[in-house]
Nanobody
């Protein structure tokens, strides 16, 4: 059974860097044709896709967040990490990691439970 689990601080100060880790169990992030993604949902808003790291290590980011986003991975721990720099209160959201097949017609089939991140001084 494949599971994803987010971890990281729940409170980040403005201008600092938000850093979250997704630990994947039951599957390798280097095998299979999947994009390992980060998605967030601000309060009272819809889901916003942030970016992904692919099974081969390639990355792709939302144009709206690209300048502040970096997704990396630690294959020895089967984890991938989100770093979002220069955060503001508008980055307050529930952050999810999720898996998506690379085919265009395949959606997100596995999600972490989500973790609340609040940006506040």
């Amino acid at each position: 059974q494949v599971q994803l689990q987010e971890s990281g601080p729940g409170l980040v100060k403005p201008s600092q860097t938000l850093s979250l880790t997704c630990t994947v169990s039951g599957d390798s992030i280097t095998f299979g044709y999947f994009y390992w993604s980060w998605i967030r949902q601000p309060p009272d808003q819809g889901m916003e896709w942030i970016g992904y790291i692919g099974y081969s290590g390639d990355t792709y980011y939302s144009p709206a967040l690209k300048s502040r986003t970096r997704i990396s991975r630690d294959t020895s721990k089967n984890q991938f990490t989100l770093q979002l720099t220069s955060v503001t209160p508008e980055d307050t959201a529930v952050y999810y990691c999720a898996r998506k097949g690379v085919a265009a017609n395949v959606g997100f089939d596995l999600w972490g439970q989500g973790t609340q991140v609040t940006v506040s001084s």
